[in-house]
């Protein structure tokens, strides 16, 4: 493996071999032979070469006992063969917190307050765009391929998922605002505040004439739904961060027990991720073998999901990489590559949140993004960066309108990209979270929302590749906003050099390197 760093004679970088390749012990440089030059990759690569084997295994297990063992047995062989995923994604949902927190307010704190301001604003910007691209994409795509068009189908069970009846446009544009501010922090860590609306009809006399009138009473409750409230445990980690940067000296003490925190996560993170391939391998193989038809599956629903798959296809081969190379002027291979730990982690959990411990560890380690940037970048896109679910959303709603025949207007199709633009932002970083909030772009455009239980059936499936690319996008979003601040980065590398500081990442600061496969 090989690394490159510039040269300070000149403009351009010289690449760095490394000593183990060309100065054996015996003196002299020998080439290196394909078999060795194998065996460190392998070595160096591992816990990927598992997890990716895990999930070939996983897939090949849940077709196999769907097709033999499932259809005469219960449900308890799903739930004992998920069982041992289950332990996975527990033991990665119970790191989230302390490394979001330790991490945003380790990142910040390090950095002064006029360049978190601009790393902050260009990761917004980044994100906005990134994710208003997707909606249009499935916009586009969804007219152009009609995959509703001509067809029927039963609603069945529509409560068969979880939803808040009372979800619009307005009340969750104010559940969001309320979210990002918590009236508790410590409550916030199990749930989030949500609007209920609550509709009952009252009956007057007026004018010796009996009138009906229907009251509608607004109320918040606090959902205990096990997952945390991500965005306000981010704005407080961020305002912590950033007053402590404004005063360095009365925070140090604070700063050095983060920061053992953060490395102490990180840790175990580490330990975690060695039994990942084994949670992997039967989450996947659970969720194949729960399938009931997989050829009625297709059959009914093969168009939409192929239009959901070319829409993330273009926008993770194309979108993705050509902002990349846009920004970066560097080739995307060997980023996308350096990130295939945290792909087959997103696709074997199928949660960007459990993904960032891994997606944290591939920027920083593999493709040598600065953690100043990586360890703000990454809690707040895993929150706030949905890309997938942006355009899973988008073509999901022109779907349902197609097949129960309605046509949308020009500015029903624009509120459609608005609605599923915002729903993205607020949806949760777990698995099929873009089904409840779903219910607010239909209702956006005045959709029936019994009709998601059509498309809930395959759900489970395009939510594993708009994981995928959500956690793509947030790692894009890291060279991005590192290319953006290279001269921010590099003048503080400069002052922590001169005054002899130990900030955070202090010893890891690196100037920008091309980015090479490991």
Request: hydrophobic share 45%; with cysteine.
């Amino acid at each position: 493996m090989s690394t490159v760093i510039p040269n300070d004679s000149s403009n351009g970088a010289v690449p760095m071999t490394h000593p183990a390749e060309t100065e054996p012990l015996g003196g002299g440089k020998q080439p290196c032979s394909f078999k060795d030059r194998a065996k460190r990759w392998a070595s160096g690569n591992l816990l990927f070469i598992l997890t990716l084997i895990a999930v070939v295994l996983g897939l090949i297990l849940g077709v196999i006992i769907q097709q033999t063992i499932r259809p005469r047995s219960t449900d308890l062989v799903v739930v004992l063969l998920k069982f041992p995923g289950e332990l996975l994604l527990r033991m990665l949902k119970c790191l989230i917190l302390p490394l979001v927190v330790a991490s945003v307010i380790t990142g910040l704190g390090a950095i002064n307050a006029k360049s978190s301001g601009k790393i902050g604003g260009t990761a917004v910007a980044y994100y906005m765009s990134t994710t208003i691209t997707a909606v249009i994409l499935g916009l586009v795509l969804v007219s152009a391929i009609r995959p509703g068009v001509g067809k029927t189908y039963d609603t069945g069970d529509a409560s068969s998922f979880e939803k808040h009846e009372n979800a619009n446009t307005l009340d969750t544009i104010l559940d969001l605002l309320r979210s990002a501010f918590p009236a508790n922090i410590v409550k916030a860590t199990f749930g989030k505040d949500y609007t209920v609306i609550t509709k009952k009809n009252v009956t007057e006399t007026i004018d010796n004439v009996n009138v009906t009138k229907e009251i509608t009473k607004r109320s918040i409750k606090f959902d205990y739904d096990g997952s945390m409230n991500m965005i306000g445990v981010i704005v407080f980690s961020i305002l912590c961060g950033v007053i402590m940067s404004l005063h360095p000296e009365e925070s140090e003490p604070l700063m050095k027990v983060i920061q053992a925190i953060n490395d102490l996560t990180m840790r175990l993170v580490k330990l975690v991720l060695w039994y990942s391939p084994i949670g992997i391998l039967f989450l996947i193989a659970g969720q194949f073998s729960g399938v009931e038809d997989f050829g009625k599956m297709v059959s009914q629903l093969g168009m939409y999901m192929v239009t959901v798959l070319t829409g993330i296809a273009i926008h993770f081969f194309i979108v993705l990489p050509g902002i990349f190379v846009a920004v970066t002027r560097q080739n995307p291979i060997p980023y996308y590559l350096n990130m295939l730990p945290a792909m087959a982690t997103a696709f074997g959990t199928d949660s960007s949140s459990a993904t960032m411990p891994v997606t944290m560890q591939c920027v920083e380690e593999r493709n040598n993004i600065d953690r100043k940037i990586s360890r703000f970048v990454i809690p707040v896109g895993a929150t706030i960066n949905m890309d997938g679910t942006a355009l899973y959303e988008a073509v999901a709603c022109l779907f349902i309108a197609q097949t129960i025949g309605a046509n949308l207007s020009f500015g029903e199709v624009i509120i459609t990209g608005l609605t599923a633009t915002l729903a993205a932002i607020g949806a949760a970083g777990i698995p099929s979270a873009g089904l409840v909030t779903m219910i607010m772009v239909l209702n956006a455009v005045g959709l029936p929302t019994e009709m998601i239980s059509v498309i809930f059936t395959v759900d489970w499936f395009l939510d594993r590749f708009r994981t995928i690319t959500n956690v793509m996008g947030d790692a894009i979003g890291c060279a991005v906003v590192q290319k953006f601040c290279a001269a921010e980065l590099e003048q503080m590398r400069r002052e922590e050099e001169d005054l002899g500081m130990h900030t955070l990442a202090s010893d890891d600061t690196k100037p920008p390197q091309k980015y090479s496969a490991c």
